[in-house]
């Protein structure tokens, strides 16, 4: 992979996640997962979500409850490409509450999103988080 192409690939995978944080702060569950695989798995502190239905199922409820309001900070750690087709970002996250200016200690995570290319767009196949 060239220099010019992997920078390309870098910012068209962080632009995944750019979306799925615009459409948190809009609290849009659809637009959350407009760039999932429809196959793809999320663990948020123990809970397994199998299929973007699941993953959209889930935020629509924590839109419509105690997410309503808020939004997310990112801040990417690395973004690596094991394969052409596949990237891996490991970034420190964390949810601001409405009504926060910033998130408390205890919420920040560190998570690791994985991304494959198909039909030549990036899709959140994976997500993983855990307390940072």
């Not at 200690?105 to 994976?126: E, F, G, P, S």
């Amino acid at each position: 992979m060239t220099d010019t192409a992997m920078r390309t690939d870098r910012e068209a995978v962080l632009d995944v996640l750019n979306n799925l944080y615009r459409a948190w702060a809009a609290n849009d569950a659809d637009a959350f997962v407009a760039d999932y695989d429809p196959d793809a798995t999320s663990i948020l502190r123990g809970v397994f979500n199998s299929g973007r239905a699941a993953v959209r199922d889930r935020m629509a409820a924590g839109f419509e409850g105690p997410l309503r309001g808020s939004k997310t900070l990112d801040e990417p750690q690395l973004v690596r490409f094991p394969t052409p087709d596949t990237a891996i970002v490991v970034s420190r996250s964390a949810v601001v509450m409405a009504g926060e200016t910033e998130p408390s200690a205890d919420r920040w995570v560190m998570a690791t999103w994985t991304l494959i290319r198909r039909n030549n767009r990036w899709l959140l196949t994976a997500y993983h988080n855990c307390p940072a």
